[in-house]
C-alpha cells in the first residue's frame, strides 16, 4: 500500500497570500496525483488530476506540480473562499486507492 | 448535471447491517466505474470500494473485505453498499463517486451518515 504523507498538518495564511501545500508518497506514483478542496459540511471536489492538470471550472490561481514522490499544491493569491481542507489521493498503485491525512488551510 | 444522492444511512447496533444507495443522473451511468469513499467524524477520507461499469468486477478495502458488498444496478442507475456485522468503527459518512477513467473521484455525492452505536 501507498501510503501519501502531507504537510503541514494547519497552514496559516492571509488573504491575498501565497499558499504551498505538500504531498509525498511512500514510493514513486508518476504523475497519478490528485487534489481535493473539502469546506466544512461538503463533498470534497477535484481540483487538479494528473498532478498538474487544473480541473474544469478551478480558477488559474491553483497549480499543481511535482512527479514521483513528491507533489505540491499552491495557491497563488488567497481569497476568502479557498480555506478549507485539502487531500492528495494517489491512482497510480491500487487497490488500495489511498488519501494523504489532510492539510487545514486557516486564516492567519 | 452530473449528479449524485446517497441515502440509506442511519443509526444501526454494531453487528447490524444496513443498505446503502446512491441514485445517479445527468450521465450516461453504466459507462463508468463507481466507487466508495467513507469520512469518519473530523477525520480523513478512506476508500472503502469499486465496481466495475458492468458490475463484473469489484475490489474494497481490506477494512471492509468480507463484511461489504458493492452492486450496481444500471437499468435504475443506481450504486448500492450492502454493509453486513457492522462495527463501531464503520461510523462515517459514506460518499458515492464516480470514476471518470483513471480511479479518481469526480463528482463525489452529498454524503450519508452511518452511525454504529448501542
Known amino acids: 500500500e501507498i501510503v501519501m504523507t502531507q504537510s503541514p498538518a494547519t497552514l496559516s495564511v492571509s488573504p491575498g497570500e501565497r499558499a504551498t501545500l505538500s504531498c509525498r508518497a511512500s514510493q514513486s506514483i508518476s504523475n497519478s496525483l490528485v487534489w481535493y478542496q473539502q469546506k466544512p459540511g461538503q463533498a470534497p471536489r477535484v481540483l487538479i488530476y494528473g498532478a498538474s492538470t487544473r480541473a474544469t471550472g478551478i480558477p488559474a490561481r491553483f497549480s499543481g506540480s511535482g512527479s514521483g514522490t513528491e507533489f505540491t499544491l499552491t495557491i497563488s493569491s488567497l481569497q476568502s473562499e479557498d480555506f478549507a481542507v485539502y487531500y492528495c489521493q494517489q491512482y497510480n498503485n491500487w487497490p488500495p486507492i489511498t488519501f494523504g491525512q489532510g492539510t487545514r488551510l486557516e486564516i492567519k | 448535471q452530473v449528479h449524485l444522492v446517497e441515502s ?12 446503502l444507495s446512491c441514485a445517479a443522473s445527468g450521465f450516461t451511468f453504466g459507462d463508468y466505474y463507481m466507487n466508495w469513499i467513507r469520512q469518519a467524524p473530523g477525520k480523513g477520507l478512506e476508500w472503502v470500494s469499486y465496481i466495475s461499469n458492468t458490475g463484473s468486477h469489484a475490489n474494497y478495502a481490506d477494512s471492509v473485505k468480507g463484511r461489504f458488498t458493492i452492486s450496481r444496478d444500471n437499468a435504475k442507475n443506481s450504486l448500492y453498499l ?13 460518499y458515492c463517486a464516480r470514476d471518470p477513467g483513471s480511479n479518481w473521484f469526480d463528482p463525489w455525492g452529498q454524503g450519508t451518515l452511518v452511525t454504529v452505536s448501542s
Open chain 2, 8 to 19: 440509506g444511512g442511519g443509526l444501526v447496533r454494531p453487528g447490524g447491517s444496513l443498505r
Open chain 2, 82 to 94: 450492502q454493509m453486513n456485522s457492522l462495527r463501531a468503527e464503520d461510523t462515517a459518512v459514506y
